[in-house]
């Protein structure tokens, strides 16, 4: 699952040189809109999925009403890497602990209260963006 997560990024992500990932404000705009306009990444560890088909479909649901573009990877981690403004990414974090997503051991609905975010940086110059959610 790792090396699936690896392999996608050295197909989407050139090396990035030091000089290229230095990132200047321009005289118009202060940095914190310059942050608020370009794209992050997030990598999300889910803890565990019971409902999979009901969780991937809220997930599913939310990065198309939020923008976010990325991409689930499943195997014995569970991971999600998002791909937006800043401030969607924070909107959908604080869905995925505000909101009854998933079932407990009982069967009872409940929230996502173990994920991690693992991650969370400014796209690199030389990565692509997704242009949809991938499951």
Same mark, same amino acid.
């Given at each position: ?31 914190? !809109?310059?942050? &608020? +306009?370009?794209?992050?990444?997030? #990598? @999300? %560890? ?36 998002? !791909?937006?403004? &800043? +401030?969607?990414?924070?909107?959908? #974090? @604080? %869905? ?40």
């Amino acid at each position: 699952m790792v090396h699936e997560l690896l392999l996608w990024l050295q197909q989407n992500c050139t090396i990035a040189t030091s000089e290229q990932s230095v990132r200047y404000c321009s005289p118009g705009g202060t940095c914190e !809109q310059r942050c &608020k +306009e370009e794209t992050w990444t997030a #990598l @999300l %560890l889910i803890d565990h999925m019971r409902a999979r088909n009901k969780y991937q479909k809220t997930i599913e649901k939310w990065t198309l009403e939020l923008g976010l573009t990325g991409r689930l990877f499943m195997g014995k981690l569970i991971l999600i890497l998002l !791909q937006g403004a &800043k +401030e969607t990414i924070k909107e959908y #974090l @604080l %869905l995925q602990k505000t909101v009854k997503v998933d079932v407990d051991s009982t069967g009872k609905k409940c929230k996502e209260r173990m994920m991690r975010v693992l991650c969370e940086t400014p796209l690199p110059l030389g990565c692509k963006q997704l242009r949809t959610f991938v499951l």
